[in-house]
């Protein structure tokens, strides 16, 4: 399973999970989506999720808006424009920007999405269940007429 993108996805299951654990699940999926530390600097613990796009500039609580961050990060920012907040920090770099981006923007997710999935859970579970069915059976069948032709 992936991030989910909205904290009330992960209330598939009404009877287990409260708003309230599903809300807390849900920022911990933030954090440990990035191995627990800050999305900006990379070296403090995240302990805070900040708004990308503050919510008082109209950011949602979604997951593409939402990026763990440090106490110091979080509050240093404020409601500049991430970017150019970032660019100015001295933890700044190019790599750390992509990646950023790319949680915005969806990507990294769903790039892990099609590597863990493809190749083995679904593409073996199906092809087993055809050749089970069709071949064995289709050439069971005309087997046993061939047989009784000849
Ligand atoms: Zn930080």
């Given at each position: 399973?992936?991030?989910?993108?909205?904290?009330?996805?992960?209330?598939?299951?009404?009877s287990?999970?409260?708003?309230?654990?599903?809300k807390?699940?849900?920022?911990?999926?933030?954090?440990?989506?990035?191995?627990?530390?800050?999305?900006?600097?990379?070296?403090?613990?995240?302990?805070?999720?900040?708004?990308?796009?503050?919510?008082?500039?109209?950011?949602?609580?979604?997951r593409?808006?939402?990026l763990?961050?440090?106490?110091?990060?979080?509050?240093?920012?404020?409601?500049e424009?991430?970017?150019?907040?970032?660019?100015?920090?001295l933890?700044?770099?190019?790599?750390?920007?992509?990646?950023?981006?790319?949680?915005?923007?969806n990507?990294r997710?769903?790039?892990?999405e099609?590597?863990?999935?493809?190749?083995?859970?679904?593409?073996?579970?199906?092809?087993?269940?055809?050749?089970i069915?069709?071949h064995?059976?289709?050439?069971?069948?005309?087997?046993?007429?061939?047989?009784?032709?000849?």
């Open positions: 399973m992936g991030i989910a993108e909205d904290w009330s996805d992960l209330m598939f299951d009404l287990c999970l409260s708003k309230q654990v599903a807390r699940r849900f920022k911990k999926s933030i954090k440990y989506g990035w191995g627990g530390l800050c999305a900006y600097c990379r070296c403090n613990r995240a302990t805070t999720v900040d708004h990308i796009k503050p919510k008082s500039k109209g950011g949602d609580s979604l593409s808006n939402l763990p961050a440090c106490i110091e990060c979080n509050h240093s920012k404020g409601s424009p991430w970017l150019v907040w970032f660019k100015q920090q933890f700044y770099n190019e790599t750390a920007q992509e990646l950023i981006e790319e949680w915005i923007s990507k997710f769903i790039e892990e099609l590597d863990d999935k493809s190749p083995y859970h679904r593409t073996t579970l199906c092809t087993h269940k055809s050749t069915r069709s064995s059976n289709e050439q069971a069948c005309t087997g046993k007429n061939g047989l009784a032709a000849a």
